[in-house]
Every structure is written in structure tokens, then in C-alpha cells.
């Protein structure tokens, strides 16, 4: 089974494009806070890449903006490719449901 649910900040704004054919889909990054480790002061979190397909692709775009807090369902997919003869690794998550929890504008 591969699922994930994911509780994060955007860092910046989602982007959307388009396939040749047609089809929307949108990337963005969640930054996820780690639990502190006892005793510790500092934060630290984990940068994780995202893309979300069709009509949630808009409306994410929509109603979100950089720092705002979404949860979102998915499941982890990997990808190899290679550019100027280097072979590159992806994991990322492809999420399939969103819920704004927090809008960047409403926080301050």
C-alpha cells in the first residue's frame, strides 16, 4: 500500500502548467516541521516536492499562496532521468487531495 498524508507550509507559491496534451497539473514544495528532539531548541524541517492534477491543480493555485498550511493526500512516486549525460533521481508526491487548513493572507 502507498499512501502519505502530509500536514505543511507551502514555500512558495504553486505553479501550474500543462501537458502537449491539455491536461493541468500544478508543482509546489511543503516544508513539514520535524518533532524537536528532547532537549533541543532549534527546528528543523523537511522540504518535500509535490504535484497535484486537474481541477485541485487550479484551485490550489487558486486559493493558496506561500506559507499556507495544506494537508494533502497521496502516495510517494519516483522517477530516474538523465540530463547532460547525469542521471538524476526523484522522489516527490503525488497527491490526489488537498484541504487548506491555514490561508497565508489569514495568519498575521
Known amino acids: ?6 500536514i505543511g ?3 512558495k507559491k504553486a505553479e501550474l502548467y500543462q501537458t502537449p496534451d491539455k491536461k493541468l497539473y500544478a508543482r509546489f514544495t ?9 532537549g533541543g531548541t532549534s527546528s528543523e524541517a523537511d522540504f518535500i ?7 485541485a491543480s487550479e484551485n490550489l493555485v487558486s486559493w493558496t499562496d506561500k506559507g499556507s498550511l495544506i ?5 510517494l512516486r519516483t522517477r530516474n532521468y ?6 538524476h533521481f526523484v522522489m516527490e508526491v503525488l497527491s490526489n487531495f488537498f484541504q487548506v487548513l491555514v490561508n497565508a493572507k489569514n495568519r498575521e
Open 82 to 87: 538523465e540530463k547532460d549525460g547525469q542521471n
Open 71 to 75: 494537508s494533502l493526500e497521496g502516495e
Open 1 to 6: 500500500m502507498n499512501t502519505t498524508n502530509l
Open 30 to 38: 511543503l516544508a513539514i516541521n520535524r518533532k524537536k528532539k528532547a
Open 49 to 55: 516536492p509535490c504535484i497535484i492534477w486537474g481541477k
Open 9 to 11: 507550509r507551502l514555500t
